[in-house]
């Protein structure tokens, strides 16, 4: 692992965020989340909420119909229930993240690959969701950065090796007050985590100037 990019700014938070933890941090407008995949290949499951009303979250099919594209990248902006932007990725290292795939949670892993792992992603939303007193029925469909999932024409999709290299990078501008939360994927039974398995990841808020 080398020395990873640090921002040019005014940082309030800097978190190593363990592998198979949640993290969470609330952002005013203007705000700039870097999350960094220290070690490579390490899926970040993303949501965000808008921070006086979860009523009011990411969602994937707004994400996706207004640009006309499945893929987040640099430019991308990540569009609440109502249509209004929530985030917006202002630089992306890594260039490939998903918006298709959600979460992984005991339930599915166990129709998938009749076992699970010790933790999921869906436990994690909740658990540190409950921290800010909002309910496991605002889970949602969440971003998966770092995650590469190709779809062929016939609609063949799947979760292929990452694209994510250590140090990579994405930063998420807030464009409302938001709550950011994340986890970082335990997934240990498909190529999410990559050949090594789960890492950690770096989450720093900060702000230009
Ligand atoms: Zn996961």
């Known amino acids: 692992m080398g020395q990873p990019d640090l921002p040019q700014g005014q ?3 800097d978190n190593v965020v363990p592998a198979r933890a949640p993290w969470s941090a609330r952002l005013e407008p203007g705000e700039i989340l870097r999350l960094i ?13 808008n921070a006086d009303d979860p009523a009011e979250r990411y969602h994937a099919p707004n994400t996706i ?18 249509a209004r932007p929530m985030m917006t990725v202002i630089a992306d290292t890594c260039g490939r993240h ?27 939303f909740e658990r540190e969701m409950a921290r ?6 605002h889970v949602v469909p969440n971003v998966n950065f770092f995650m590469n999932v190709p779809v ?24 409302m007050p938001v709550l950011a ?20 990841i770096r989450a720093i808020v900060w702000r230009e100037g």
């Open 11 to 13: 940082i309030r938070v």
């Open 37 to 49: 995949d220290l070690d490579g290949a390490q899926a970040v499951d993303f949501l965000c909420y």
């Open 65 to 82: 119909k207004v640009p006309k594209n499945i893929f987040i990248g640099q430019g991308s902006v990540l569009r609440s229930n109502l």
């Open 98 to 124: 998903d918006t298709i795939f959600g979460c992984c949670s005991f339930e599915v892993d166990r129709v998938r690959y009749g076992r699970t792992n010790a933790e999921s992603c869906q436990h994690n």
């Open 132 to 137: 800010h007193g909002i309910g496991p029925e």
């Open 152 to 175: 062929a024409a016939d609609g063949a999709t799947g979760i292929a090796e990452s694209q994510s290299k250590a140090g990579d990078y994405v930063d998420l501008r807030a464009e």
């Open 181 to 200: 939360v994340l986890s970082n994927c335990p997934e240990e039974l498909n190529p999410a985590t990559g050949a090594n398995g789960p890492t950690p």
